[in-house]
């Protein structure tokens, strides 16, 4: 940028690479440059020099003006080289020669890929399905092995119901009956359905990027594997307990065993076991294309061929057919499209017929009022059915789950018919690109390059569009509005809006003293907190909750119980469901669901459900120094506001002051797991007396194992330090660092966007066939409905270390110096009890102060 002296005029230069197609500025953003330039230069034409006022207030507009115009064409450049575009469903009949300017070259053979899998599943046999489906291979029960018979037996995939809990410990015994042991029926590939799901099946492909705008990973191609419930004899209650969990990913492993058989290996090439969201109950499958899809022509042809000139003009060939994509299977159960896609068809049609139509084209195999949050879906032994629907034991983070599955195609179908209103040309042949399209991009590449993307806690491209789409539908976001406008009003909007309810009483980071009870400090959180309903085409946010069938549902439901105590919307049961106390040390907590709400136009799902509260206050914080880049109120070195939004990395390596250890072996299993009764006897007798029982472990049910485990550490460790860290972070699959630089300089190079992200998906994928996945396996045993934690030391770790949590911490300078951490008052028996719980007798001891208290007190080394 070169500006000439006393005059403002600026003449911006920018050096790009190659690029496939011209994209034109919007002329919105354009002539508002016009009009800001003009307004300068009538400034600089009328101010007198004298007047020093005048001249700064001449040179703040001339720099914001510079920043603007050099922030759009950087960005520009950068949506230019990132787009990609791949159609889902184009053939050779109908692509033309309009495709060749803006589709992916590679797109005809991932269609091709995509045609040769589904046809592979629409031919697979009827068979029966049972947990020893997903034995692991050398397992107990497997064919001749049954003299290697152990207590324990090795799973691919966490067998969670209470169905496998009961089959196991029936088959322990030796009069197990084989006839009784818990199977289901699968009606073959005949009852399969595919759709493309995310951005796969967006309008214009929103969210695809190119693999140097993805961390140099290969884009990703979702797709959903939907089955008829009747062929997988899903219903009834299976709603409960994990059993369809349990059902669903038996079947992913049957599949990916017929998928990876040697007679498709040359098509459908490696499979692999994956986690969906990073959630370990959620199994999905990873294909991995073959390198060049022509070996098996060049084999045949071998003998017919002379050595020499056609065998080097077939490799060469083999060579240039390299990896361009993956594909993930998400499974799932096949809804009804009309009790989904409801609020997606047409506005001028779908509101006339009042809400009648939704109520009526609810069809799904759970029952619509089990997906209320305060529903317990996930009961433990302990518990009792007359509990389904008491708050403190609902499950809204597990029947989330569920209303994910159920969401599959409606989540598409809700980002594309936003994206339609906004591109009238998406029917013609020309790929529609909108500032939707750039403006999720943008978000994407922001994220990513801090480690906020793909993550078992964090932003997906998915979660990103929902977001938007509902800035969009609220006006938050403008139709004129361009990328970096609209990036900057997602920031505004993410930084400032209280997802946690707790901007009233501390800061993003938690802490501060707290002197209300467990559940005054819950319901003051609840009062703050910010729900949000995206709206219906055609309709307001009021409108949309006021005509929901779901909130007249509850509303029915709260009538019927009579009970003062509950909330009185549904929008106040969420909020009520997804907040927990505070994460003050004097204040009680042993359950830590707290997540954001932000819920479809149906109000059965939370697209925000599995952000856990480190990663909203964490990324709330970067959102707010986003705007200070943008607004040139940071001190900003080479390359400005761009570089530091979009090239440099902030990762987890490199974001925080410390790094603590914490070995999974030391971690007590959770005292509110549905079972493990032979791992409660490591750590104690009885739960009920023991004092974790009042810091964590009343969440497994609802958040599954290793979330809870990684939840409660992190919100443990914001308790106990307080004011001293300003961020504390869990590490995990997708929030990692960039491979690591040979030495310093190589940090600053120009080429820091385009490093390989060394943990690039957001969970550890292992093959279905080969020496690692024999490694790796969930040890399940007799009558145990939660198997311990996957062996990963063998696949992970060279050295062979134990398994750790690793967490990071920002602490502050100032705060840090404190040696006492005094509690509650003495007469605070609630307390004083959730100090010392946290804390311990030995180390919450009474102390007297020079202003007289006396009360418990902790003192730091």
Known sequence: LQRTKGKGTIHPTFTHTHHHHPMPAAPHEDAALMAATGSVAQSS??????????????????????????????????????????HPTSGSGDVGNHHAHYEAKWAPTARDYLSHVKHVLENLDKATLSPDVAILPGGAKEKGMEHLAKSETKYRIPLLSDKFAKTSLEGSNSNHNPLTSWSFPFGGGSTLSFHPIGSFAHVGNAGLANRHANGNVLPVLDVAVLVDSESLDVGGKDYLNHRYTDKRNILAVHIAKQLSQKKH????????????????????????????????????DKKK?????????????????????????????????????????DHDAVYSSSDEEMEDAWNGWIPR???????????????????????????????????????LLSTTDLVSSTLSTLTPNSGSNVTPTSSFHETLLLLKVWALQRGFLRGHDSFTTTTLAVLLVYLYRTKGIGKRMGAVQGFTAFMKFWSESDWLGEDATSSLSGGGAETLSSKDAKERKVKKKVACVIPAEGKTESQTIAKCPQSRLYLDDVRGTGDNSTPKTLLDCYRECYTSSSVSSNVANDAHVDSPIMLDPTMTINYLARLSPSFVRESRAEAHAALRCIHGQEQLGTGGAFRKLFLETNRFWTRYDAYVKVPLAVVPKLLGTAGGGSSKKKHGKTSGTNASSKV??????DLGYDESVCRSAVEVLSRALGTRATAIRAFTCGNGDFQSPSNTNEADSEDVATKIIADSDQCHAVPIRGSVSHNFGYAARAGDRVPASPVLADTISNNREEPCLVVGLSIDPDASRHVVDRGPPAEDVDGSAAFVALWGEKHAQLRRFQDGAIVRAVVWN
Not at 696 to 701: C, E, F, I, P, T
């Open 305 to 345: 061929r002379k050595r020499g000139k056609d065998a080097d003009k077939s490799k060469s060939k083999g060579t240039k057919n390299k990896l361009r994509f993956r594909v993930r299977l998400v499974f799932g159960i096949r809804q009804d499209r009309g009790s989904n896609a409801v609020h997606e068809r």
């Open 45 to 86: 034409s009328s101010a007198p020099s004298t007047d020093g006022g005048s001249n700064n207030k001449i040179n703040n507009a001339t720099d914001a003006l510079a920043r603007s115009n050099l922030l759009r064409l950087e960005t520009s450049e950068l949506i230019r080289e990132s787009l990609l575009h791949v």
């Open 369 to 407: 009022s089990r997906l209320l949050p305060n529903r317990s879906n996930n009961r433990s032994e302990k518990r009792k059915d007359g509990d389904a629907a008491d708050a403190s034991h609902s499950t809204p983070h597990y029947t989330n789950a569920l209303a994910e599955d159920l969401h």
């Open 265 to 300: 290996r040359s098509k459908i090439g490696a499979v692999h076991q994956s986690h969906i969201l990073g959630d370990s109950r959620k199994v999905g499958l990873m294909l991995t294309p073959p390198s060049d899809n022509h070996v098996d022509d060049s084999k045949k």
């Open 696 to 701: 964590w472990g009343n969440d497994v049910d």
